[in-house]
Nanobody, 125 residues
Framework: QVQLVESGGGLVQVGGSLRLSCAAS????????MGWFRQAPGKEREFVAGISGSAIVTYLADSVKGRFTISRDNAKNTVYLQMNSLKPEDTGVYYC??????????????????WGQGTQVTVSS
């Protein structure tokens, strides 16, 4: 069982930055592909970013490329989402997710086994 706890959300102005963190329990963190999803009110959940266990392979949705970066520190059992040049459309609840399947599969299915409780990000204009 893996528990995920997100932090770092908040209210920020357009053009600002936030860094989300997701701390994971367990001793095999490096074997998990990690991802970040977001969901805005009335919209479907979006797979924003993913990173392989070794951090060699990453994925970013087109909507965030050039502005967001995903990274991980396996020694700290933590995955990060650095968000720059934030826009109002980035507003939503951001969820951390983890699974032992590969990133290529999870990009297609989004079927992550473990999820955090979510953290709110609000970008105001």
């Amino acid at each position: 069982q893996v528990q995920l706890v997100e932090s770092g959300g908040g209210l920020v102005q357009v053009g600002g930055s936030l860094r989300l963190s997701c701390a994971a329990s367990g001793r095999t963190f490096s074997s998990y592909t990690m991802g970040w999803f977001r969901q805005a009110p009335g919209k479907e959940r979006e797979f924003v970013a993913g990173i392989s266990g070794s951090a060699i392979v990453t994925y970013l949705a087109d909507s965030v490329k050039g502005r967001f970066t995903i990274s991980r520190d396996n020694a700290k059992n933590t995955v990060y989402l650095q968000m720059n040049s934030l826009k109002p459309e980035d507003t939503g609840v951001y969820y951390c997710a983890g699974d032992q399947q590969g990133l290529a599969v999870l990009r297609r299915t989004s079927l992550f086994a473990y999820w955090g409780q979510g953290t709110q990000v609000t970008v105001s204009s």
